[in-house]
């Protein structure tokens, strides 16, 4: 993770008070710490089990936001458990919290959100999509036989089966917090099941995330299958510096762009 985040030219930050102080027991038994989570974090909406970001920000970032409704929790749950090389699970909470997080109904036809986007009838996300309604938090720290060098001693991540724009808007926007990074990749517009078109931007969710009053991330990971040559351009132009690409054993390249 540090060796990463040195080839993207990225510095390891300090470890935020409120990672510190986490305890198992406190994970349980006080209020999810909500502002403490969206601060400085990394937002992946149609986000999968997707750990790329997590191997390359870990450090620089400590809190990371994913954000699907095409998974089951079930899958979710044992990815986490599965854990990422160095790290044991400091702890697993699966939190009663979605309408709190979300107290409005939030499945609306395709047409309801986006005049762009391709009229579904009038069927929903939640009859035709959503595997799962759930919220797991986790928290993550380093193994005692790995050395600093490997990564950070903790990072959190929050998992919520929710769609993309209304957490940005309903979450960060009621919150006035900004992402520091936000991820883009294989957000699965077409056949994948989303019903809008994340990397297009004149779409509302980009258009939603860039024009947000209280400010802009700093980076942008785009990318998904296929060679680098798909993703030789950042899909929202204004991130026009590249960091870095990554390509996977699986195929898929990730770009990381800043302004």
């Known amino acids: 993770m540090i060796e990463e985040l040195e080839k993207l030219g990225l510095e390891e930050l300090e470890m935020p008070s409120w990672l510190k102080e986490l305890t198992p027991e406190s994970m349980v038994n006080d209020p999810l710490p909500l502002t403490d989570l969206l601060e400085n974090s990394l937002y992946y909406p149609s986000a999968g089990s997707d750990g790329t970001p997590i191997r390359y920000l870990a450090g620089n970032i400590y809190s990371f936001f994913y954000v699907d409704y095409c998974m089951k929790q079930e899958k979710i749950i044992n990815d986490i458990k599965k854990g990422c090389k160095g790290y044991d699970l400091l702890a697993m909470h699966s939190l009663p919290a979605h309408e709190e997080l979300l107290p409005e109904k939030w ?61 940005f808007t309903e979450i960060y926007g009621k919150y006035k917090k900004v992402p520091k990074a936000i991820a883009v990749i294989q957000p699965g517009h077409g056949f994948g099941g989303n019903w809008t078109n994340f990397q297009d931007p004149q779409a509302i969710f980009p258009q939603t995330v860039m024009s947000n009053p209280d400010g802009q991330p700093e980076m942008l990971l785009h990318g998904g299958i296929g060679g680098i040559r798909f993703y030789r351009e950042p899909c929202w132009p204004s991130y026009n510096k590249l960091r870095g690409f990554h390509m996977s054993k699986s195929y898929t390249t990730v770009g990381f762009w800043t302004k």
């Open 107 to 167: 499945p609306l036809t395709a047409s309801d959100r986006d005049p762009h986007s391709k009229e579904y009838s009038s069927l929903t996300f939640e009859s035709w999509m959503v595997k799962d309604r759930f919220c797991i938090w986790a928290v993550f720290q380093r193994s005692a036989d790995f050395p600093s060098s490997h990564g950070p001693e903790r990072f959190s991540l929050l998992y919520l089966s929710a769609e993309g724009l209304t957490v």
